[in-house]
């Protein structure tokens, strides 16, 4: 991406103001993931992803990258639902850098999974040798 571009999706997110930068970096690691677990590593061609697969790929990247806390980062992000991924998935295709197929919708981000089950029940568990 240019500078000029990456300038103009900054001052965007910015004056959208409901989630920060990071999160969108987040999301976009989160798409490369769902891209990946579909159509596998080793593919250069890039498919689409449907709304419900990004969202499974940002809850096993968030827990991969937060363990026990990625509730709370999402949380600090203002990312409560699996919508508001879908908001800013929306927020991205309004200023041309993702796409879309007639068929996605909004809708399709709604109640993927509830963030208290995804994240809640995380448990670490410590092996004691001799126990």
Known sequence: MDAELIERIERAIREDGRYPPEAFEFLHAGLEAAVAMKYGRQGRERGHVTGQELCQALRV???RRWGPLAREVLRRWNIRRTRDFGEMVYLMIELGVM???K???I???DDVYDFDEAFGHYEIRLDTPGE
């Open 61 to 63: 990247l968030a827990l």
């Open 103 to 105: 068929s996605d919708d």
């Open 107 to 109: 809708t399709d981000f």
């Open 99 to 101: 796409g879309r197929q």
